[in-house]
């Protein structure tokens, strides 16, 4: 594997590890949370800036209904990320307090809760498309055992769908709820756990959908699109 690969796979991994602190906001305290969204903008710059030959060929090419979800999904992840990042600043009671912005917190704060939870749902599906990459190595990792890979993924799936409900996670995205509430006496790993088991359940989504969209890419038989 060269460097580059690496640093991708480092800096991808790091963005899923801030994506799931981002979701604790107040258990993990305001400062912690401004620093984790701040660095997770600079990783989004940095995943873009490795990936630079994707923008390249944008235009180029066939879109077929794979590669057209695919960067619709990535527009939209995009969108979601200049939202969180300008609503962010604008809420920071600790790292931009220099800044001179005045007024509209109570639209900053709406916005802000409402890309949270949709960034985090879109995230998890862009990584469900590229996670055959990461199969071929946990099928490795698991030797003969590989057989086991896609219980475990829709055992994973069918716990996130129960703390997606418990978590009103569809109540947030529909913007039902406008403030984000925490059991404080919760331990946290419980809540992170949670919150995992539903990013595996729209990881598991992205990946099952990506290989329906890839075989309906193909071309038929007979030379026919």
Not at 31 to 55: D, P
Not at 177 to 189: G, H, R, S, Y
């Amino acid at each position: 594997m060269g460097r580059k690969q690496t640093l991708k796979i480092t800096v991808d991994a790091l963005m899923t590890l801030a994506l799931l602190m981002l979701m604790a906001y107040e258990l993990i305290g305001q400062t912690t949370h401004e620093i984790t969204g701040t660095a997770m903008l600079l990783l989004f710059v940095a995943h873009h800036l490795l990936n630079r030959s994707w923008h390249k060929n944008l235009f180029r090419g066939r879109y077929s209904p794979y590669r057209v979800f695919q960067t619709a999904l990535a527009a939209a992840i995009f969108l979601l990320m200049v939202v969180q990042g300008v609503s962010g600043v604008m809420l920071s009671r600790h790292l931009f307090t220099f800044l001179p912005i005045q007024g509209g917190a109570y639209w900053a704060r709406g916005l802000h809760m409402l890309g949270a939870y949709w960034n985090f749902v879109l995230m998890s599906l862009h990584l469900g498309l590229h996670w055959s990459m990461v199969l071929p190595p946990l099928g490795k990792a698991f030797r003969g055992k590989a057989v086991l890979l896609p219980v475990a993924g829709a055992a994973v799936a069918l716990f996130g769908v129960t703390a997606f409900l418990r978590r009103e996670v569809g109540a947030y995205l529909l913007g039902q709820i406008q403030f984000a509430f925490f059991d404080f006496e919760e331990p946290l790993v419980l809540f992170f756990l949670d919150y995992l088991a539903i990013m595996g359940l729209f990881v598991w989504t992205g990946h099952y959908l990506g290989l329906l969209l890839r075989k309906l890419s193909r071309p038929r038989k007979g030379g026919q699109k």
